[in-house]
């Protein structure tokens, strides 16, 4: 049962999600430093300074949302790895995984590509950190279906892969994404064979 002290915690997160959502749409059409803290504030109906309730500042702002971004498809993949029945079932599932990401946020994926080096160096460490975690679960799995396979290459491979897949920026609403996730699912499968020759 959800009780009156339950509502402002779940507010503020929706809120913070909120304002992570608009900040990505602002930084991936006009860049970090052509964005304000007014502009994020304007886009979800606040102030500029009421977002100092939820964040210290835009490097905050930008910290958060791709620390979020990179735990949470860390976490997808730790998730399938542990869960599918056999090597093929979970590479589908982690293209699964990374295919509903790149279709469903392509801001994020601009942001990550152009802004991470405005990310203050702590936080920039831990983002990397969890994606060589990530492409790690992809490598483990990659072995298995191609043991013969130097896993440098397999790692080679998973960059590419990523690569292919998180290319919806410069494709995004040409397709709808009942259309797009097959296609990027099928080209995926191909590359990733492509890399055991």
Known sequence: MTTASDTPTRSRRNRRAEILEAAARLF???GFHGVSIED???AVGVSGPALYRHFDGKDALLSEMLLDVSSRLRESA????TGSAGPEE???ALLDVQIAFATDHPALITVHDRELGNVPEPARRQIRRLQRLYVEEWVTVLAELHPDC???RLRAATHAVFGLLNSTPHSAGELPAQDMRPMLHAMARAAIAACAR
């Open 78 to 81: 730790v998730t399938v790895v």
């Open 90 to 92: 979970t590479l589908d």
């Open 40 to 42: 994020i504030g304007a």
């Open 150 to 152: 130097p896993a440098a």
């Open 28 to 30: 991936a059409a006009r």
